[in-house]
């Protein structure tokens, strides 16, 4: 329904990404079929948020195509990247809720732009906060919630208009493991009903793998390792092996800078 | 090898040049499109233009006040005293004082102070919204950034730049009777005297308040969608805003006065 029948809803090829002469991604390929449920691990500042907005459409890569729900995002114009990117719901990394509107009309806002009318709207932003355990705060301004109920505020706001394909920056970073598992069940009731297609980025390892179906570990700019999430902690890669357990791996960094991305940025929880 | 480093660098910051430029040019069209139709079409905050114009009058009522007053209150002392220097001109101080008033100085100056006050504020705000990806989370609706954030503070910016121009006249053109009548004991009858202002004057002033508003939020729009990093980001895009709708406020007086020159020739 995504896509035409046998298209993958994401397909990444040869992907490549520089900021100013800093190579980011060198050559990522990737496929993600509809309904698919996809998890990208990777150590910290691998570029793993800009790979999701090369996803999004957000930013243009360098090299490499990219088709997503049928689209080529090279060959496209703003237009018609606009009118996709509805179709995709996307919870940033650092949330970027609307400062200026409440919880209510965050989640909202993506409903009035799709031009549902008004007491569909109500109904639709009532149900999912409810859904995120958020009632009750509608009026709140996102500059008077916690890190954890703006991450739900983003995940209600990037699910609310029934997206085809949904990307997760970090959904669950310096959060308890209770309420992590809260969110990953959250994650999978909402693409049981709606049947689409999602993109976790995580740092959490375990609980990334028991929710996707795949992973892939994005390292040194490149695709690692991309498998059955059932094998990441068995797999023959050293280093993929040594990332996915945390365990030490002769003077190498991948622990480090894993366990580094496993721990929120101090002062990043209110 | 040596020889060819500086030239990739002057040839990257060339580049970046011709980019930004055309980036401000594509601010400046999405906007004026956008105030013309395409932000009408889609879903719209309820009162942001009213909400825009009571932001950019509460920044700069006073501030334009205090300093369009002193400015009138200098300018006439000192043409008083020039002009009773040789001979006493005083009698043609008033006049001269509103035909400068109006086609130059009540607009420039005001849009100056609103260049700094509105220019900063708008900057800051999209700046802001950049780097916390907010400008990236309105593109995933669907929505340009422009149309949702720069059109309505373009609209309010050219009506409230009138008014206030207007209204930063009329305080000059105040302080600086006041100023004729204690300093130089210039009668009030003499002084605010209409009788030099044309109404070419009139129009050009006012061509010239509604550009610098349109002018300063396309400018400070451009420097806060280009804002990266983080809080140093915004600091630097406000700046940069500062400086540029300043500039651009220069620059549209010169070409505005030259074309006023050119329909009017020197009778102006
Ligand atoms: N818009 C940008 N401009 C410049 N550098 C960027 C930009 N976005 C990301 N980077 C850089 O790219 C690298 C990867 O970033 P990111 O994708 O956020 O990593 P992570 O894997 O932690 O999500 C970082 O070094 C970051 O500084
Ligand atoms: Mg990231």
Redesign the interface.
Same mark, same amino acid.
């Given at each position: 329904m995504t896509a035409r029948d046998g298209q993958a809803a994401v397909e990444l090829e040869g992907v490549g990404k520089a900021f100013g002469g800093r190579r980011v991604l060198a050559g990522v390929s990737l496929t993600v079929p509809p309904g698919g449920r996809l998890g990208i691990i990777g150590p910290a500042a691998g570029g793993k948020s800009v790979l999701l907005?090369l996803i999004?459409g +957000?930013q243009r890569p360098d090299a490499g195509a990219i088709r997503v729900l049928g689209h080529d995002l090279v060959a496209a114009r703003e237009p018609e990247l606009?009118?996709l990117?509805?179709r995709?719901?996307?919870l940033?990394q650092?949330y970027?809720?609307? !400062?200026f509107l409440s919880v209510a009309d965050n989640v909202a806002? *993506?409903l +009035?732009?799709?031009?549902v009318a008004a007491d569909e709207i109500d109904a639709r932003v009532a149900a999912r906060l409810r859904a995120v355990g958020l009632a009750g705060s509608e009026s709140k301004m996102p500059a008077e919630l916690s890190g954890g109920m703006k991450k739900r505020v983003g995940i209600a706001?990037a699910t609310v208009a029934r997206a085809e394909l949904v990307l997760y920056d970090e959904p669950t970073a310096g959060l308890d493991p209770v309420t992590t598992s809260k969110i990953y069940d959250l994650l999978r009731a909402d693409q049981a009903e709606t049947g689409s297609t999602a993109v976790v980025v995580s740092s959490d390892v375990a609980a990334v793998a028991a929710f996707a179906d795949t992973i892939a570990m994005l390292h040194d700019g490149r695709i690692r390792w991309v498998g059955a999430a059932a094998g990441l902690f068995d797999a023959d890669d050293l280093v993929v092996r040594s990332f996915a357990r945390g365990e030490e791996r002769d003077g190498a960094a991948v622990l480090s800078r894993s366990v580094e991305a496993a721990r929120p940025a101090p002062g990043a929880w209110p | 090898m040596i020889a060819r480093r500086p030239l990739t660098a002057i040839g990257r910051r060339a580049l970046d040049g011709v980019d930004a430029a055309l980036e401000l040019g594509r601010v400046a069209v999405g906007t004026i499109v956008g105030a013309l139709i395409s932000y009408w079409r889609? *879903?719209r905050r309820r009162g942001e233009i009213a909400r825009q114009m009571y932001f950019i009058g509460n920044r700069s009522l006073l501030f334009v006040a205090v300093t369009l007053g002193f400015i009138g209150m200098v300018m006439v002392y000192q043409t008083c005293l020039l002009t009773t220097q040789v001979v006493d001109g005083r009698g043609q101080v008033g006049a001269q004082f509103a035909r400068l008033l109006v086609l130059d100085v009540g607009p420039s100056l005001t849009a100056m102070m609103l260049a700094t006050r509105v220019g900063a504020g708008i900057a800051a705000e999209i700046g802001s919204?950049k780097v916390?990806?907010?400008i !990236?989370? +309105?593109?995933?609706?669907?929505?340009?950034p422009v149309d949702y954030l720069v059109v309505p503070r373009f609209l309010a910016s050219v009506i409230m730049t009138v008014v206030l121009t207007m209204f930063g006249m009329a305080v000059a053109w105040g302080a600086g009777g006041l100023t004729g009548y204690y300093s130089f004991q210039i009668n009030p009858r003499t002084f605010f005297d209409l009788s030099m202002v044309a109404p070419a004057h009139v129009w050009l002033g006012m061509t010239k308040a509604a550009a610098y508003g349109a002018a300063i939020p396309i400018v400070a729009g451009f420097c806060g969608l280009r804002a990266k990093g983080s809080s140093e980001g915004v600091g630097a895009a406000t700046t940069a805003a500062v400086i540029g709708s300043s500039f651009a406020v220069l620059i549209i007086d010169f070409t505005i006065s030259a074309i006023g020159l050119i329909i009017w020739g020197a009778g102006l």
């Open positions: 907005k999004a +957000l606009a009118a990117r509805k995709i719901g996307m940033f650092n970027a809720l609307f !400062d806002f *993506p +009035l732009h799709a031009g706001r | 889609g *879903p919204m916390t990806e907010q !990236d989370a +309105l593109r995933m609706s669907g929505v340009t």
